[in-house]
């Protein structure tokens, strides 16, 4: 049952890039303690949503609360309260994983003694303690999605994002993965909020889904009930029948713009 508290609300959010609406007023809202998939095909707007949320973009109009913090007039106490693993491979290879996470903590202001421990726990935790002094370089593509893990956890997040945690990953090392989330998500009690193209894992590990296409919710609910309201036997399905069966590519037009606008705004977003 999804506990009454907001981890994450968002009203009205708008994102315009040059005229072009990325986002077109979705609303939404998700537990704390929660696991969230927000799902939706290439240049759907997820990326763009996940961007505001963690204070990389401003918006255009609307408001959002995050672990009760607006992102946009309260960056900092924002960022301290949730972690994020990017869709992109973000360690420093030419450092050991013990100090990428030792470099992440002493940047959120962990204390010595408490970061040192923590970075033991998590180095255990996501089965990396025998490669702690190992070069990130000589990592396996798992275990680097398992240290970036760990690294969004350094400072204990109320929140995980996690954009595409899995993506190319083999279904082992999948598996493997989400057991970790599930766990911490059972044992600190920790809202997760996901981003995937793997039907099958949104539908594992999701509490509720929403759905965006062209900038806007299409769908939000259980696994169970969108699959039951698109008569549809898989949630793949029921994706489909939600959005089209189209091939998308990735907007590549609105990609420029959004790293244009970006660049242009430097630190105002």
């Known amino acids: 049952m999804m506990n009454e508290t907001r981890a994450i609300r968002v009203d009205g959010l708008v994102k315009k890039f040059d005229g072009v609406t990325a986002v077109n007023g979705i609303s939404f809202s998700v537990g704390a303690g929660e696991i969230f ?14 961007r505001i949320l963690t204070t990389l973009l401003k918006p255009t109009s609307g408001t959002i609360r995050v672990n009760g913090f607006d992102p946009i007039e309260e960056q900092d ?3 301290r ?17 013990w100090e990428n996470l030792e470099f992440h903590g002493v940047l959120y202001g962990v204390p010595k003694k ?7 726990e998590l180095l255990s935790f996501v089965e990396l303690e025998e490669r702690r002094n190992d070069l990130i370089k000589t990592f396996s593509g798992g275990m680097k999605r398992r240290l970036e893990i760990a690294r969004g956890l350094i400072h204990h997040p109320a929140i995980l994002f996690l954009d595409e945690p899995t993506l190319g990953l ?46 806007a919710i299409v769908a939000s609910d259980t696994p169970a009930r969108l699959k039951e309201t698109a008569n549809a036997a898989t949630l793949e399905d029921a994706f489909l029948a939600l959005t089209g069966k189209e091939i998308r590519e990735e907007n590549a037009d609105a990609s420029e713009r959004m790293l244009r606008h970006i660049v242009r705004a430097g630190g105002r977003r």
Do not use: C
């Open 37 to 50: 998939a927000f799902l939706g095909p290439n240049g759907a707007g997820k990326s763009t949503t996940i």
């Open 77 to 79: 106490a924002a960022r």
């Open 81 to 97: 309260s949730f972690g994020i693993v990017f869709q992109d491979p973000s360690l420093d290879d030419e450092l050991t994983a």
């Open 114 to 120: 408490t970061r040192r421990a923590r970075i033991d």
């Open 170 to 215: 083999d279904p082992q090392t999948r598996n493997h993965i989400w057991d970790y989330l599930r766990r911490l998500n059972r044992e600190e009690h920790m809202t997760i909020f996901f981003t995937t193209h793997y039907m099958e894992e949104a539908d594992r590990a999701a509490g509720r889904i929403a759905v965006i296409d062209h900038g």
